[in-house]
């Protein structure tokens, strides 16, 4: 016995909106990473220019006063805290 024919039925799709898409940014900004790496190599600079030629460089001699050595290593310390801060965001 013969087979009828079978109607083919439309697939249902819901209309689409044209909206604003958001795109997403994956990554870092390009700022980031010389920032970073900036940061770690000031950081270090100073604390070897410090130790080596600390009392011969003007600047360095009068900051801090009593506390000249601690105040120096401080800011040395600082500018590497503020690239690992800044690695912390790096993707």
Do not use: C, H
């Amino acid at each position: 016995m013969p087979e009828s024919k079978r109607r083919k039925k439309n697939v249902y799709t819901p209309e689409q909106k044209m909206g604003d898409r958001k795109v997403a940014r994956i990554g870092s900004p390009s700022w980031l990473a010389p920032a970073m790496v900036s940061s770690f190599i000031i950081g270090l600079a100073y604390l070897v220019v410090f130790y080596i030629a600390g009392p011969d460089v003007p600047f360095m001699n009068t900051i801090g006063g009593d506390l000249n050595a601690l105040v120096n290593v401080g800011i040395g310390f600082a500018f590497i805290m503020v690239g690992f801060g800044l690695a912390t965001r790096w993707k």
